[in-house]
């Protein structure tokens, strides 16, 4: 089996091969022929590489130890679930993941454009099918993950090492194939820019061939994103869900460019402007994420994710300029063809709120990646590596933020071209008054804190725009359709599906900010507790009940029950633990006990047992508002689902040509 | 209209400016240097008052736990080099013999006091993923 995955892989990089030149043949000679047989050979490739993958899996799952891979990332007692994650466990593995979910994206790309965009698809078959010779390559000369191991090593007779225990939480399995889903989904987008400037089709076509293969890849990788943090909140203990840690930066990076692209072509779409400015957001985009992969896989930065160090920098490093100095090429080839014939009218008009939310969007990125770069950029410069923690993160960042939440209220209150004096009086009033009477409200209230204040009134700012804004467009339809409440609400947002579920999006950032903003109100605690002995924080009032040791198959645990009471009332029984796997005794796992309230979580975990004094060490943690950020989360899915979602008229006119 | 346009020019230009200009202030205001011990030694600069990070391995056998485990020393060894160290807190759980960390923290009468310790995995085998300390920071 070992040898029929590499063997999938080789004739994958063959067919690719095959797919550019005879794509490129059409491209020269508009040979048909040569277009079906590229399009051909790519989905092949791509079915050939989802094959490979599907094989690691199954030999994954039925225990082939005799593979390096399998041995390393798997073990006889991992759960079935588990084993299948091993094959984003390792590098080698991920590899193959990251190649097989091009090749689904390729596969798709093909099938919905089997009878569009003919002039289009064969540079973006081309583009594609660079990108996943590439990763091929790297696959078979570096990072096979079919390795057969030497007979009779250890590790294949002990069954495998299994994987790490930190693993092994539900986030974890679905949190990196999301990330991956994301990085890789914004290949389709660029590709069809790239194809666009080659072929001179600069109108907003391209762009709306790729409204919905730019949503998807973004909405996974911001659910991806956030996943990690609930995973860092619920598995590693410390308390917190984000740490610009640079492979954190490394994910959130393209995110963000991709937001700001999100928005910038709503004005070529609407006012056929900007084309160049969107061009350079997804070439930047697609860029980011190879640069993210590369930060992630060469181990220039040190990372809490140490992924070991190998000489695939190079390489990587390699396509990354590879890359941008075609895309500069690209862009001053067609430089002409770019220019606008419109220009912006007004400051005080949509496209140039539009403008300045990229801007802002931008130097958001600019000043994490700056970040995040700085401990090579100053050992380049002045000889010392010099890092920049979460202080520089946090105190940056902020700000920015800030200047972005008033962009997502003022945004949709302006009209297109320009908004006259009149307008914007009528559209403000109310907004800024719910956004001053919050302010005073919570300051009256005794919040003292800056950030926390100025986010309180900028939420609802924000909310009341988008609730005027509902509430006039509901009784617009009520007055002309006669519809019920209900019913318009349904139908105004089923006729501008982008729009209002931008608008919902904007509400679950806006959940996320408060969560942000309650990191300021958090408490935290060492304690060291005997048996009946208790602490009391913010009210809250922890007694340790009793401390034990419990055996499971593939572990055991210290747990601690830790009896939690609020003026006199039991409130919950906490039980961190601290476990130890088999073939991993020497790192303990703790695992995180954590009671959800609506407005605060209680977060303890156990750091150790002292024999000498008979106590237990634990850390115990009051995160309000923590809730918030995962609800924010789950209102920004739900609000793409219905950006992506087909209208009703988009339906009716599918079953018509059908 | 040109004026406009060159209005738009000129506050595009005015806020790359104010931005690069804040990140530049703001990186300066959070530098942790990132040293190696022989160059705690080598050098002149004065390094008692600075904090850095150190990256290494914690020497086999050095780990002592005291104070109801709330403090922990241990000898980092970078190569030939190696240097006391001091963290109080709780310990990540990848912290163990030969494990490579990452401290922060300050130079006091030879021994390095700690206020953050990081782990990264240097197991038997290649893992992917380690443990962010505590107390990495306030996040707004």
């Known amino acids: 089996m070992a040898l029929f995955g590499a063997t999938l892989i080789q004739l994958a990089f063959l067919l690719t091969l095959s797919a550019i030149g005879m794509s490129a043949w059409y491209f020269w000679k508009q040979d048909l022929r040569f277009y079906v047989g590229a399009r051909r050979s790519l989905i092949g490739a791509s079915l050939l590489v989802i094959g490979a993958a599907l094989t690691l899996i199954q030999q994954l799952l039925v225990g082939n130890y005799a593979l390096e891979y399998v041995a390393r990332y798997s073990s006889r007692t991992n759960d079935g679930i588990y084993k299948i994650a091993g094959l984003w466990a390792g590098m080698e593995g991920s590899l193959l993941f990251w190649a097989s979910v091009l090749g689904t994206y390729i596969f798709l790309v093909s099938y919905f454009n089997r009878k569009r965009n003919r002039t289009l698809m064969p540079i973006v078959n081309i583009v594609l099918g660079i990108v996943m010779l590439f990763f091929l390559f790297i696959i078979i000369n570096f990072e096979n993950p079919f390795r057969v191991l030497p007979l009779g090593t250890a590790i294949e007779a002990q069954g495998g090492t299994g994987l790490n225990p930190l693993l092994q939480n539900w986030a974890m399995l679905i949190h990196p194939p999301l990330l991956y889903l994301g990085y890789v989904g914004f290949v389709v987008p660029f590709a069809f820019a790239v194809a666009a400037l080659v072929t001179k089709r600069l109108d907003a076509t391209w762009i709306r061939s790729t409204r919905r293969w730019t949503l998807i890849p973004w909405l996974f990788l911001g659910a991806g994103v956030i996943l990690g943090g609930r995973w860092a909140y619920v598995e590693l203990g410390w308390g917190g869900y984000w740490a610009w840690d640079p492979v954190e930066n490394a994910s959130f990076l ?12 709503i004005i070529q779409e609407k006012k056929n402007m900007l084309k160049m400015w969107n061009v350079v957001l997804i070439m930047i985009t697609f860029t980011l994420t190879i640069f993210g992969t590369y930060l992630t896989r060469s181990g220039i930065l040190s990372s809490v994710h140490a992924f070991a160090a190998t000489d695939l920098g190079i390489w990587f490093f390699g396509f990354v300029v590879f890359i941008i100095l075609s895309c500069v090429a690209l862009l001053v080839w067609r430089k002409d063809e770019l220019s606008s014939q419109r220009r912006l009218e007004s400051f005080t008009s949509r496209e140039s709120g539009f403008l300045f939310n990229n801007m802002i969007f931008l130097a958001l990125a600019m000043a994490i990646l700056w970040g995040t770069m700085f401990p090579i950029l100053s050992e380049a410069v002045r000889g010392v590596q010099i890092t920049v923690g979460s202080t520089y993160f946090n105190r940056i960042t902020a700000p920015i933020g800030m200047l972005l939440l008033v962009l997502v209220g003022v945004g949709p209150l302006l009209s297109w071209r320009r908004t006259s004096r009149a307008t914007l009086l ?55 359709a006669g519809e019920g409440v209900f019913l318009a609400l349904r139908s105004m947002i089923d006729k501008n599906r982008s729009r209002y579920g931008g608008y919902i999006v904007h509400i679950g950032i806006l959940c996320m900010f408060i969560g942000f903003a309650g990191k300021a109100f958090s408490t935290e605690q060492d304690v060291s507790l005997g048996q009946g002995e208790s602490e009391i924080l913010k009210g809250y009032t922890f007694t340790v009940d009793r401390f034990y040791t419990e055996e499971h198959p593939s572990y055991s645990a210290f747990i601690v029950d830790l009896a939690v009471e609020k003026q006199h009332r039991p409130v919950t029984v906490l039980r961190p633990e601290r476990r130890h796997y088999t073939n991993w005794e020497d790192q303990p796992n703790t695992e995180v006990a954590l009671f959800s309230r609506p407005l605060e979580d209680l977060y303890a975990i156990v750091g150790g047992y002292d024999p000498e004094s008979d106590k237990v060490l634990l850390k115990i943690m009051i995160n309000p508002l923590v809730q918030m950020v995962w609800l924010g989360g789950i209102i920004l899915i739900l609000g793409t689902l219905v950006a992506l979602l087909p209208s009703r008229a988009e339906r009716k006119a599918k079953e018509v040509t059908a | ?56 391995y914690v020497d086999e056998g050095s780990i002592v736990y005291s104070n109801a485990r709330r403090t922990v020393e241990f000898t980092l060894i970078q190569e ?43 197991s038997r085998y290649e893992v992917d993923i380690s443990e962010p300390a505590y107390d990495l920071g306030r996040k707004i």
């Open chain 2, 1 to 56: 209209m040109p004026g406009q346009r060159k209005k738009f020019i000129i506050l595009i230009v005015a806020f790359s400016v104010v931005t690069f200009g804040w990140i530049t202030i703001g990186a300066g205001s959070d530098e942790v240097p990132y040293v190696s011990i022989a160059q705690l030694v080598d050098t002149d600069h004065e390094w008692k008052q600075t904090r850095f990070r150190l990256g290494g």
């Open chain 1, 254 to 265: 393209p995110w963000l460019t991709g937001t700001a692209y999100l928005h910038s072509v």
């Open chain 1, 426 to 480: 009528r559209n403000f009033t109310w907004p800024l008054a719910a956004g001053t009477g919050t302010m005073v409200i919570a300051m009256l209230l005794g919040m003292r804190q800056v950030y926390p204040l100025i986010i309180a009134g900028l939420v609802a700012f924000v909310l009341a725009g988008i609730l005027i804004e509902t509430v006039n467009g509901i009784r617009a339809r009520r007055r002309l």
């Open chain 2, 80 to 122: 030939d080099d190696q240097l006391p160290v001091r963290y109080e807190g709780l310990t990540p759980d990848m912290f163990k013999d030969d494990a490579e960390v990452i401290v922060l923290g300050q130079l006091d009468d030879g021994v390095f006091v700690a206020d953050n310790l990081m782990t990264k995995c240097a």
